[in-house]
């Protein structure tokens, strides 16, 4: 069992952006202990990191919040919008095949535009 420390420095490189494999490297140069991928993937998934990672993420919308440039909030403003709401997915309806359908009427009709009922099974 690894301490919380370690959960620390595993969301900590996470946040710098490394790999799973990246961070047991750091990890391991830094601490010098024997760290598994399996270990760094469930610590990401744990209630721990999230809680971390959500304090994180407050503490720089407050910093953003805080901050006179108008321009940097709007940037940021539209990031997050762009991890938060779904993207729209057009379909390429060109990409299509185009489907013929053929309408073929089998009715046959007297002079006068009324349907001939056929008394035979082949229709005649």
Do not use: C, H
Request: hydrophobic share 35%; aromatic share 6%.
């Amino acid at each position: 069992m690894y301490t919380k420390e370690i959960t620390q420095l595993i969301v900590y490189y996470w946040g710098k952006g490394q790999t799973a494999e990246q961070t047991v490297q750091s990890i391991q140069q830094l601490k010098n202990i024997r760290l598994g991928l399996a270990t760094v993937y469930r610590r990401r998934n744990s209630l721990t990191a999230k809680t971390m990672i959500d304090e994180l993420q407050r503490q720089q919308q407050q910093d953003i919040t805080e901050s006179g440039d108008t321009e940097l909030k709007l940037k940021y403003r539209n990031e997050l919008l762009k991890i938060l709401l779904p993207q729209k997915i057009e379909a390429n309806m060109t990409a299509l095949p185009k489907i013929l359908v053929e309408i073929v009427d089998n009715v046959k009709f007297k002079q006068d535009n009324v349907p001939v009922a056929s008394n035979t099974a082949d229709g005649s």
